[in-house]
C-alpha cells in the first residue's frame, strides 16, 4: 500500500464516564475502536493500519484485529500510545512501512466516520500534495472571551470545525514531528507550526467525535438504524 492510517485510540476519555479506555467502550456489536478500524478497511484501497492504544492493551488488541476477518498480519501494526495525543501519533509514524507517501491520522473516538471519508482525504493529499482536513461550518454564534468578557464576535464565516482523518505527505508529517515543540490538539495545528500547508474539504457530520455520554447515546443510535 502507499498509505497508511494512524488510529490514535490511546487517551483515556475521562470525559464519557466509563471505567476503561474510551476506544474500548461497547458499541453496537462491538467497541469505538472496532468501528473506526471497520471504517479505515472499508476504503477502496489496501493500507497499513497501525492502532496505538495504551500499553496495556497491546496484545488484546493485536489478536482481536488479527482475528477479525477484514485484516491481515502484515498489514497491521498495534503499538503503545504516549501521555498527549501527539506522543501518540509519533508512535505511529514510527511504524511506517518504507513504501508509504500519504499519512492519514484518525481518532477512535471518531467512531463512525465513513470509509468515505477516508478515501476523499486520502485523494485530496494526492492531488494537492499538502496537508488536508475536513471540516464543517460552524453553526453557532463564536465570540471570543476574556474573563468572562466578550471580546468580540468572530466571524463564523471565516471557521471549519475539523475533524479527522486529517491527511499529509508523509514527508511533511515527518518532519513536522521532528520539529514541534509545544502542545497541539490536532495534527493540522502541529504541521502548520512546521510551515505545512493545510487545505479544509467538506467533513462529514458522521464523523463526530464521542466526547461525552450524550455523544454515545447518539452513536448507538445511528448503529441500531444502520443495522435495521
Ligand atoms: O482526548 P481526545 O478526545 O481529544 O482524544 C482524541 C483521540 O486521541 C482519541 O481517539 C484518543 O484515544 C486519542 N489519544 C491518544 N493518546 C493520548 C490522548 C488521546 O491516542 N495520549
Known amino acids: 500500500p502507499s498509505v497508511a492510517v494512524i488510529v490514535v485510540a490511546a487517551g483515556s476519555g475521562t470525559r464519557l464516564g466509563r471505567p476503561e479506555p474510551k476506544a474500548f467502550v461497547p458499541l453496537g456489536d462491538g467497541t469505538l475502536l472496532s468501528h473506526a478500524v471497520r471504517g479505515v478497511l472499508g476504503m477502496r484501497e489496501p493500507v497499513q493500519l497501525v492502532v496505538v492504544v495504551p500499553a496495556e492493551r497491546v496484545d488484546q488488541t493485536r489478536a482481536e484485529l488479527l482475528a477479525s476477518a477484514d485484516a491481515s498480519a502484515e498489514l497491521v501494526v498495534v503499538v503503545a500510545g504516549g501521555e498527549l495525543r501527539q506522543d501518540s501519533v509519533a508512535a505511529g509514524l514510527a511504524q511506517l512501512a518504507p513504501e508509504i507517501g500519504v499519512v492519514l ?12 471519508l477516508f478515501d476523499e482525504v486520502a485523494a485530496a493529499v494526492r492531488t494537492r500534495g499538502h496537508g488536508v482536513v475536513p471540516g464543517l461550518p460552524v453553526v453557532d454564534t463564536v465570540k471570543r ?23 499529509f505527505p508523509r514527508g511533511a508529517l515527518e518532519r513536522a514531528y521532528r520539529l514541534a515543540g509545544g502542545e497541539f490538539t490536532d495534527d493540522a495545528a502541529l504541521a502548520a507550526a512546521a510551515g505545512v500547508q493545510v487545505d ?3 467533513g462529514d457530520v458522521r464523523a463526530f467525535k464521542i466526547t461525552v455520554p450524550a455523544d454515545l447515546r447518539r452513536a448507538e443510535q445511528l448503529v441500531a438504524e444502520a443495522g435495521a
Do not use: C, F, I, K
Open 105 to 116: 491520522v484518525h481518532d477512535a473516538a471518531r467512531a463512525l466516520t465513513p470509509s468515505l
Open 200 to 202: 479544509v474539504v467538506p
Open 145 to 167: 472571551v476574556a474573563d468572562g468578557r466578550v471580546v468580540e464576535t468572530v466571524d463564523r464565516a471565516e471557521l471549519a470545525a475539523v475533524q479527522t482523518p486529517q491527511g
